[in-house]
């Protein structure tokens, strides 16, 4: 098994000072910070941290139908894509305190795809950007049946208007070849899909 391990710990980076500049639907901070370099002794520096939380994406996976439960939503982020910023994703959720990675994927399924999902099965957890957020990305699939799936969801005190997609699962593989899926969950979740879609088939008893 590969083994790499970082250079420093973190006891070798500490906070000096942090101000809170941003206090609105995300947070952002300036933070003062210290720590240590690779040829010897100390800097410090301020970077602006963006403080979101931490995510769950969880693709939704139908082996019978061999396709994929997706979403379509609006992406603040995206608003600079020349076509759109109404995006095509995976089901996703900010963890709220006390929930696992796990309740997340089951409250999310059903809010934003009215689904239920089960045998939820890992595949990584990742730093989207972390040149900037503190956000880590719990990436998850799960079993669906995908049979009257879609419509539109959300929860509007949040704001959603969250159109559920029922593709096939090639469909999809070529959307993300093409580049018209463009966000990392989803790209990242559906090619470990590619990779591991016999052995997940082989777990969930379909071949």
Not at 66 to 83: T, W
Not at 141 to 162: K, M, Q, T
Not at 183 to 189: D, Q, V
């Amino acid at each position: 098994m590969a083994h790499w391990q970082p250079r420093f710990t973190a006891a070798d980076a500490a906070i000096i000072k942090q101000q809170r500049i941003c206090d609105g639907f995300f947070k952002i901070s300036r933070l003062t910070i210290r720590h240590s370099l690779f040829e010897g002794g100390e800097v410090e520096i301020v970077r602006e941290q963006f403080q979101r939380g931490d995510a769950v994406c969880v693709l939704l996976f139908d082996p019978d139908n061999e396709c994929l439960v997706l979403v379509e939503q609006f992406r603040v982020g995206a608003l600079g894509k020349p076509d759109s910023p109404w995006l095509l994703e995976l089901v996703a959720g900010i963890v709220e305190e006390g929930e696992t990675a796990e309740d997340v994927a089951l409250r999310e399924a059903v809010e934003e795809a009215g689904a239920a999902i089960y045998d939820i099965v890992p595949i990584t957890r990742y730093l989207p950007s972390a040149g900037g957020s503190d956000e880590y990305v719990d990436l998850l699939c799960a079993r669906v049946d995908s049979s009257g799936v879609g419509g539109v969801h959300g929860l509007d005190h949040e704001g959603e208007d969250i159109l559920v997609h029922v593709l096939p699962f090639a469909q999809v593989c070529e959307l993300v070849a093409n580049g018209t899926i463009d966000n990392a969950a989803t790209i990242i979740a559906v090619q470990w899909l590619q990779l591991n879609r016999q052995q997940l088939l082989q777990r969930w008893g379909c071949v």
